[in-house]
């Protein structure tokens, strides 16, 4: 049973925590497609009650790797399935990962054929390898790809059924077998948060699962997986870290505890991510990047995000393009967008501070954004990445279905999601 239903109380939407951001949406199908809807109704009904998640246990720091590996011994466990990706397979850590779990007497299956944006197909081979050898734990290793399709995977092993019936909040009914993420991107947290993205490429467009579900039971961010990812995507996940931040900051879910971990994890990005962009064997700069992640990850996993997400969850699933490039490249349009709210322009103007400013400046926010983008060569609009804008339309109506934009500090219009679109198409 949803537990949030059971909560019942006032009123204000604003100061809303993310249990009532949950309970204030209902899913419906209209032409195939789920869709979100807020109702006054259910927003009367919203509690003062703020629930916090989080995994039960995180490790961090060099080392971590190793330390998992142990804590896992310790359990018992006889049988894993490792999921991966083939990058992470090439630069032989999952090789490493599973001769170590070996060596402490587990028999381990891999499936290391996600894909970036993983989508279905991926989902259910991966569920054939863990019925094969009828696995008892999930080791997930890689970044967002590897994380979500280990999620969804556990989570069918138990619940049965196909990952598109979770698509939503809370849709599953008996936990997913234990999951073990070893991060190895700065980054979208994934191995942290009770969110899973998964793309349905007939549709094209990416599920999102929310489900307490999916939390993984061990969080696992060990710098020394990280050295060697390229620039390119240090660039693209820690901007994806800094967009959960500046989000779930600005969102109307937001609480003190998501606001401390949102400011301490833009500080964190300021100091480090362009030293780990120009030096990836930076320890403190990595280290650094770690923390700040989670910190992201803590802050939208309970005050969720807005528009930015909605809309590169969109542009992911059409084109196949990466999520953190995405979001860096609409991440100034739609907070522009966000200044006609006054509490989010206050907000932006606080978080100046935190990137460099000396004084509370909105605009000083945007153009730090812009000089992130430039410092780390990320495209500078859409255009670059070949989006279409024949596609405007119905990229507004995906973005608009996406649970995501329902804690945007201002709820736009679909011309108003196009003009963003046109906008950083244009810029
Ligand atoms: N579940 C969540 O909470 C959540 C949040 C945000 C984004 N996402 C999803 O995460 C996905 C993106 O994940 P991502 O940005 O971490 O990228 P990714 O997992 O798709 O990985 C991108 C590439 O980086 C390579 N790579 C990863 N770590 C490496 C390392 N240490 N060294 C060398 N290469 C490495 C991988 O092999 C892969 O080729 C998207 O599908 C997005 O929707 C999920
Ligand atoms: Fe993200």
Redesign the pocket.
């Known amino acids: 049973m949803n537990m949030y239903k059971k909560v019942t109380g006032i009123s204000n939407p604003l100061k809303a925590g993310i249990s009532h951001f949950f309970s204030t949406f209902s899913k419906r199908t209209v032409n195939n497609k789920l869709i979100f809807a807020t109702t006054n109704y259910q927003l009367r009904k919203m509690s003062s009650v703020t629930g916090f998640y989080i995994p039960p246990i995180s490790f961090f720091g060099e080392g971590a790797l190793e330390e998992t590996v142990d804590y896992i011994k310790n359990k018992d466990y006889k049988k894993a399935l490792i999921v991966?990706?083939?990058?992470?397979?090439?630069?032989g850590?999952s090789g490493r990962v599973q001769k170590m779990l070996e060596e402490s007497g587990l028999n381990v299956a891999i499936y290391d054929q996600?894909?970036?944006?993983?989508n279905v197909g991926n989902v259910l081979a991966g569920l054939k390898v863990l019925k094969q050898q009828n696995s008892e734990i999930v080791v997930s290793i890689?970044?967002?790809?590897?994380?979500?399709n280990a999620?969804a995977i556990a989570l069918l092993a138990t619940n049965g059924g196909e990952i598109g019936d979770y698509e939503g909040v809370n849709q599953s009914k008996k936990a997913a077998l234990p999951l073990f993420a070893i991060?190895?991107?700065a980054?979208?947290?994934?191995e942290?948060?009770?969110?899973?993205?998964?793309?349905n490429e007939e549709k094209k467009i990416?599920m999102a699962i929310i489900d307490n579900n999916?939390t993984p039971a061990v969080a696992v961010n060990d710098p020394s997986?990280?050295?060697?990812?390229?620039p390119a995507?240090t660039a693209?996940?820690g901007l994806?870290a800094l967009t959960?931040c500046i989000e779930a900051f600005v969102s109307t879910a937001s609480n003190p505890i998501t606001d401390a971990c949102a400011l301490k994890g833009i500080d964190l990005i300021d100091e480090s991510l362009i030293s780990a962009y120009k030096n990836g064997k930076d320890k403190k700069a990595r280290t650094d990047m770690c923390y700040a992640e989670y910190l992201a990850?803590m802050a939208?996993?309970n005050a969720s995000l807005g528009y930015v997400?909605a809309i590169?969850?969109q542009l992911?699933g059409f084109y196949h393009l990466?999520?953190?490039v995405c979001n860096a490249v609409l991440l100034p349009h739609v907070q522009e967008s966000n200044m006609q709210c006054p509490k989010a322009k206050k907000r932006l103007g606080e978080i100046a501070l935190h990137l460099g400013a000396t004084k509370e400046d909105p605009e000083e926010t945007i153009k730090a954004l812009h000089v992130f983008n430039r410092a780390m060569n990320i495209p500078r609009n859409l255009k670059d990445l070949g989006v279409k804008t024949e596609d405007f339309g119905i990229l507004a109506d995906n973005a608009m279905n996406d649970a995501c934009h329902l804690t945007n500090p201002v709820q736009f219009t679909k011309e108003q999601v196009i003009a963003i679109l046109r906008q950083s198409y244009e810029y």
Do not use: C, E
């Open positions: 991966t990706d083939p990058g992470i397979a090439a630069i850590l996600t894909q970036p944006n993983p890689g970044g967002g790809s590897a994380h979500d999620k991060n190895t991107t980054g979208t947290a994934s942290m948060t009770r969110f899973t993205i998964i793309s990416k999916v997986t990280m050295y060697g990812l390229p995507l693209a996940t994806d959960h990850g939208f996993n997400h590169a969850h992911g990466p999520h953190g």
